[in-house]
């Protein structure tokens, strides 16, 4: 069995005069120390990514580099435009083609996006909510999966903080 982490970005600026650019939104304060938080939370479960991979708006690419900082060992991060908002889940699943012989994976992305491929890799009928800084992790059977996945757990920020406390 291979292991996927679908991730949600941290909290991040709102569009406003001071971040015209949706692209370059930055993480809040709160945000960061927030997923600092839950970073430590998931250490508690383990979890240990070969490789993280994520859209490369500025938001996610800084929970990414959060998760990588907090987990153990050095984990690469790539960044996939793929991982976009609005991205395709054909296409995030195909991108993992890339990546067959690692192990585990974690995918630090946008809403609904995440919503969407996480429905699609267990065969649910309709997108999964992920708040800010959700996690979950659906074990499948292949990079890219061939048939549905299964969900392990799925937590909200909260749970994640209360598990790194």
């Known amino acids: 069995m291979k292991t996927l982490y679908l991730i949600r970005h941290a909290i ?18 709160e945000g960061t120390e927030r997923f600092r938080l839950q970073v430590k939370g998931l250490r508690t479960l383990d979890v240990a990514p070969e490789v993280i991979l994520t859209s490369p708006l500025l938001r996610c690419r800084q929970t990414a580099q ?13 960044v996939s435009e793929v991982l976009r908002p609005g991205a395709h889940p054909a296409d ?5 083609g890339a990546h067959r012989r690692t192990g585990a994976i974690a995918l630090v992305g946008h809403e609904p996006s995440m919503g969407h491929l996480a429905s699609t890799l267990i065969g649910a ?3 999964i909510p ?19 996945g299964v969900l392990i757990w799925m937590l909200p920020p909260r749970a994640l903080r209360l598990l790194g406390e």
């Open 12 to 29: 991040a600026e709102e569009q406003c005069a001071d971040y015209p650019n949706d692209a370059a939104r930055p993480l809040t304060d």
């Open 66 to 78: 959060l998760l990588a900082d907090g987990l153990e060992g050095d984990i690469p991060l790539v």
């Open 92 to 96: 995030v699943l195909e991108g993992l």
């Open 125 to 127: 009928t309709g997108p």
């Open 130 to 148: 992920f708040k800010k800084g959700s996690v979950c992790r659906i074990d499948v059977d292949a990079f890219p999966p061939r048939g549905a």
